[in-house]
């Protein structure tokens, strides 16, 4: 029996994440992959701080595109490669929206969006 807790699942690194959840659609509670969300990269800037604070406007960006994806879910199950999922879920606990949100975090190579979707279902037992 599918629960109808509102799940979603994300594994990202530093330039893009794939999304899953199981809800915000008809589908009544089954799991399904959102579009990739990418970060923008900039190219070519010639001063450090001005790259910095470019790096930094493109990550506030990339998590307001992850937020609007997961709004309404209650359980996240968060991974990738790196620190950026941990950054995250940093992010999310200063959040207001988001600051009872029970964050599950782990740490996983790249996978095809097959393989991540099923390891979400597998790690909410659906």
């Known amino acids: 029996m599918m629960s109808e807790r509102k799940l979603a699942g994300i594994w990202m690194d530093s330039e893009s994440a794939t999304v899953v959840k199981n809800h915000d659609i008809e589908s009544a509670y089954k799991f399904f992959v959102c579009n990739p969300v990418k970060k923008e990269v900039q190219h070519g800037n010639s001063s ?16 307001k595109d992850l937020e609007h994806l997961i709004t309404n879910t209650e359980e996240l199950y ?9 950054q995250f879920k940093n992010h999310l606990a200063e ?5 009872n949100l029970k964050v599950t975090l782990d740490t996983d190579q790249k996978m095809s969006d097959q393989q991540f979707l099923e390891k979400v279902k597998k790690h909410f037992g659906e």
């Open 48 to 63: 450090e701080k001005n790259a910095n604070n470019v790096e930094q406007t493109n990550t506030a960006k990339f998590f």
């Open 95 to 99: 959040t207001a929206q988001f600051k």
């Open 78 to 86: 968060l991974t990738g490669t790196g620190t950026i999922q941990e």
